[in-house]
């Protein structure tokens, strides 16, 4: 007997029709605030669990210094920018993404890259991975996603059937997929990978001009990654082990450094560009926006307590300095609002006062009270804005241009032009980029991990994943499927 089909319904019972693509103005345009279904499932997301992280809950940090080596004034009116020499504090948090705190440091999984500059104009946040793309390009899919990275509800294990169910429902993330079984996805140690905004946000110049930028964080020390079985292996002999390389560098004067650098396109180029350039599972080539080096930064000193500043240290992509702003990549979009919720859920309303968070340049505004207030509460001066009683004045030189939108129209947009290409980049990856060896690598940490899929849907899956291997290269699909044993008919 055929089992009675569920309605989708938000929390209140309301049924709705758009469970993974938001609400935007156009195909490529901002997504709405009043999409109240992406804003609900990222809400009781990041309140699924106290007080851990919810992802990149294992990690450490270091503080450092940025110092700017070359000039991109025509870029950006960002004071950090401003002159060749500018040094800036920082602290780099690196996290794997989907293991618990207590999971090994080698697991097969992008790392997070999280830095904080504590500029003059305020503390910036470029909050991203060791990769330049991500599994999927809109934030209602985020929980999901994520879900699937976790534990089985039932059994309480990683789950092979539920991980490839996913990504094998979900084309976008085949790049990504790509990049995480290849030997990028277990990095021989932190300092050994780079590290990527990923998104594409925008710099505003003097002139008011804007340009569409990513930020690229290249190791100075070198790539070096494990193999699955080398990871595997260090797993059970020291499940620490990138902790551990990185406290031992630094505190032996080894300290690790990575050249800073941008891409910049221009709105003409973004307007022309093959892919959505908003797209966050889609890379610019180098070839088309060479790197444009910006600066040198260095780790050198380890924090003293490790709770103080690198679990509670609290990043958002929200936080921007002047010079430097959005764009209309949606899982931006989705971020700004999620990353600082999930900090007042998890530290406080007050968390930005935390020693670590807490802005190195003078802070005037109206906020009191709330859970934590640790500083002296504004004292007796206002809580409102206007007044006339202090001398607090909005300086209008800060205001950003008007963005350009390409539509008046607001609707849930689940393709735009060329944004089912979820195959040529991940293809060119594996013929043109990786080695001989590499590949072998990788097609040998697919057929590992997928041989894990059983149960009744297990030719379902790995027939649709397979399918997604085909669309890339012909021969990855076919040696997996031999591996798999799999009578695979593209």
């Not at 946040?125 to 999927?136: C, E, H, K, M, Y």
């Not at 931006?332 to 968390?351: K, V, W």
């Not at 293809?427 to 690598?441: H, V, W």
């Not at 649709?464 to 798999?484: S, Y």
Request: glycine share 8%; hydrophobic share 35%; charged share 25%.
């Amino acid at each position: 007997m055929e089992e009675k089909k569920k309605k989708l319904t938000t929390a209140s019972g309301i049924p709705y029709a758009k469970n993974e693509d938001s609400m935007t103005v156009g195909p490529r345009g901002p997504v709405l605030l009043q999409d109240y279904v992406l804003h609900e499932k990222m809400a009781h997301f990041n309140r699924e669990r106290i007080p851990e992280r919810v992802v990149h809950a294992k990690g450490t940090g270091a503080f450092g210094t940025f110092k700017v080596t070359h000039d991109i004034t025509r870029f950006t009116r960002a004071g950090l920018f401003s002159k060749i020499g500018n040094e800036c504090p920082v602290f780099l948090r690196f996290s794997t993404v989907g293991g618990e705190k207590g999971s090994a440091d080698t697991e097969r999984d992008p790392r997070g890259f999280a830095l904080k500059f504590y500029t003059q104009e305020g503390n910036w946040d470029l909050v991203g991975n060791n990769t330049p793309v991500f599994f999927i390009k809109d934030p209602k899919k985020f929980g999901d996603f994520i879900h699937t990275q976790k534990r089985n509800p039932k059994t309480n294990l990683k789950d092979a059937n539920m991980f490839w169910d996913f990504f094998s429902l979900n084309p976008e993330t085949m790049h990504q997929v790509m990049i995480l079984f290849s030997d990028r996805g277990t990095p021989y140690s932190y300092r050994h990978m780079h590290g990527f905004g990923s998104h594409t946000f925008s710099m505003i110049n003097s002139q008011n001009e804007r340009v569409w930028v990513k930020f690229h964080v290249k190791t100075n020390q070198g790539i070096k990654n494990f193999t699955g079985p080398e990871a595997d292996q260090m797993k059970g002999k020291d499940p620490d082990w990138a902790q551990g390389d990185l406290v031992r560098a630094i505190e032996s004067g080894e300290f690790p450094s990575w050249t800073f650098n941008i891409q910049v396109m221009t709105a003409a180029q973004a307007d022309n560009f093959r892919w959505n350039p908003f797209d966050l599972t889609k890379v610019w080539p180098h070839g088309d926006f060479p790197l444009i080096e910006v600066g040198q930064l260095e780790l050198n000193k380890i924090p003293e307590n490790y709770f103080r500043d690198v679990e509670q240290a609290a990043f958002a992509p929200a936080h921007v300095v002047d010079g430097i702003g959005y764009s209309f990549d949606k899982m931006l979009q989705g971020r700004l609002l999620s990353y600082p919720d999930a900090h007042r859920h998890r530290l406080g309303p007050n968390y930005e006062q935390i020693p670590v968070n807490r802005a190195r340049c003078p802070v005037h505004n109206y906020q009191r009270d709330g859970f934590m207030r640790v500083d002296e509460n504004g004292s007796d001066s206002p809580n409102y804005f206007p007044n006339s009683f202090d001398n607090t004045q909005i300086d209008h030189s800060y205001r950003e241009p008007a963005m350009e939108l390409d539509s008046s129209r607001a609707d849930w947009y689940d393709r735009n032009e060329n944004d089912d290409d979820h195959f040529t980049q991940p293809g060119n990856l594996f013929r043109k980029i990786m080695t001989d060896q590499e590949r072998e690598n990788t097609i040998s940490n697919f057929i590992s991990h997928m041989s894990g899929i059983n149960g009744p849907k297990r030719d379902e899956i790995i027939g649709r994943q397979l399918g997604h291997f085909f669309k890339a290269d012909k021969e990855l699909a076919i040696r997996v499927a031999k591996g798999l044993d799999f009578d695979f008919q593209p």
